[in-house]
T-cell receptor
């Protein structure tokens, strides 16, 4: 049972454009939603995270939007750059657990 | 500050063998988690250790086991290897300051089972 569904699987965006990745979850006990960025040959690295008591969090060019009633959250990358080309994973944890439940990932390619 | 280190980085084994992977967490970090990453299943949680005790375990068969030492270093072991065990095995460490503390991942060990 896939508890966190992520889409799209791949995304191609022009330099300067907006990249949008969506995730939906089923487990209402989830209470922490991080996004990870992974480059080839590297482990995932935390990009930005949100708790369900806020609807939006922005850090630089990266914004998480959170819709608790719809059980959905999304990552927006503004002014996308070629250096943003990587695989992005949404994730969720519940009740202070360190067990991350990941989405399947989105491979982002930003073309010049 | 050194990051999470994993050894070896690459490993080739044959079916039926067993393998041990090692993880050294960031200095001062007390929790270590292990994940399996495959193209088909994505990132899946294996287990988490804190103070030498397994606190949480994912949905993997008993062939997958682990342990943590008093210096927080951790090892995971896979016995009777199967072709489907070919994957990138990632270790993550956490300082354990709070429930939303960042998990820092190592570069992983790429295991190939022939």
């Amino acid at each position: 049972q896939q508890q966190v569904k992520q889409s799209p699987q791949s995304l191609i965006v022009q330099k300067g454009g907006i990249s949008i990745i969506n995730c939906a979850y089923e487990n209402t006990a989830f209470d922490y939603f991080p996004w990870y960025q992974q480059f080839p040959g590297k482990g995932p690295a935390l990009l930005i995270a949100i708790r369900p008591d806020v609807s939006e969090k922005k850090e630089g060019r990266f914004t998480i939007s959170f819709n608790k009633s719809a059980k959905q959250f999304s990552l927006h990358i503004m002014d996308s750059q070629p250096g943003d080309s990587a695989t992005y994973f949404c994730a969720a944890t519940e009740g202070g657990s360190y067990q991350l439940t990941f989405g399947k990932g989105t491979k982002l390619s930003v073309i010049p | 500050k050194a990051g999470v280190t994993q050894t070896p980085r690459y490993l080739i084994k044959t079916r039926g063998q067993q393998v041990t992977l090692s993880c050294s967490p960031i200095s001062g970090h007390r929790s270590v988690s292990w994940y399996q990453q495959t193209p088909g299943q994505g990132l899946q949680f294996l287990f988490e250790y804190f103070s030498e005790t397994q606190r949480n375990k994912g949905n993997f068969p008993g062939r997958f086991s682990g342990r943590q030492f008093s210096n927080s270093r951790s090892e995971m072991n896979v016995s009777t290897l199967e072709l489907g065990d070919s994957a990138l095995y990632l270790c993550a460490s956490t300082r354990l300051a709070g429930s939303t503390d960042t998990q820092y991942f190592g570069p992983g060990t790429r295991l190939t089972v022939l």
